[in-house]
């Protein structure tokens, strides 16, 4: 075994792009900015829901059926459509190039485990210039944080679960990671402290560079 992961899933949303940009979207829909996290709890709880289910809608269904809930259905198709379209014309965190940098510097293939459909993923990174795999689509979709879908990314890659790294700001998904087998690196962006209730991620960092530096550390020592 080496002393490296075969790659390093990154998750997308709120982990290597910051949600907080879209504020100017709702405020230009008429929608009060303070409904940004109302929006993101109704959307979470419908995609927990469907990974519960095991339902095949699409990221974008349940972020439109989100905005039409928080607003009482109240908000214009066009606004609908600008804030939908803001997804993919986020600004990455300002270390994102960086650790993914770090991780290929090492020889470790850098993914991405994305909420949005292939193409709206392809243009999300695109257009941050963001050197990282959108790995290809299953054909079905399948939610986090079910271990099927981690286990979908780690076929796609062709990569043992136990072999691939997982970097998100989210303690949910380390759950769900850890759940399908993958070795967990949680940055403190985000939660600021780990969700008590989940199990504990294997490596933790205060940014997504050093949690990238303590999974390949942590990767080094196993393969030792």
Known sequence: MTGRPEALVFDVLDTLFPLGPLEWRFR????????IARWCDHLM????????????????????????????HQIAPASEDA??????RLEPRREAAEALSLAR???????????LDEAGTRSLLEHAGLDVEAPPTTGTRM???????YRSVADALGAGPGRS??????????AGGRAAGLVTGWSSHLEGRFPELFGE?????????????????????EGS
């Open 201 to 221: 991620p294997h490596v933790r960092g205060h940014d997504l560079v050093t949690t990238v530096e303590a999974l390949l550390v942590y990767f080094s020592q």
């Open 28 to 35: 230009e829909a008429g929608i009060p900015r303070v409904l």
């Open 165 to 174: 790294g997982l970097v998100t700001a989210h303690g949910w998904d380390v």
């Open 105 to 115: 510097d090492a020889g470790v293939r850098t993914v991405v485990a994305s909420p």
């Open 143 to 149: 939610w986090r944080p079910s271990p099927s879908a």
């Open 45 to 72: 709880r419908d995609a927990f829901a469907l990974a519960l289910l095991g339902e095949e809608y699409g990221f974008e269904d349940v972020a439109r059926g989100s905005l039409r809930a928080i607003t009482g």
């Open 83 to 88: 804030i939908v379209a803001g997804l993919t």
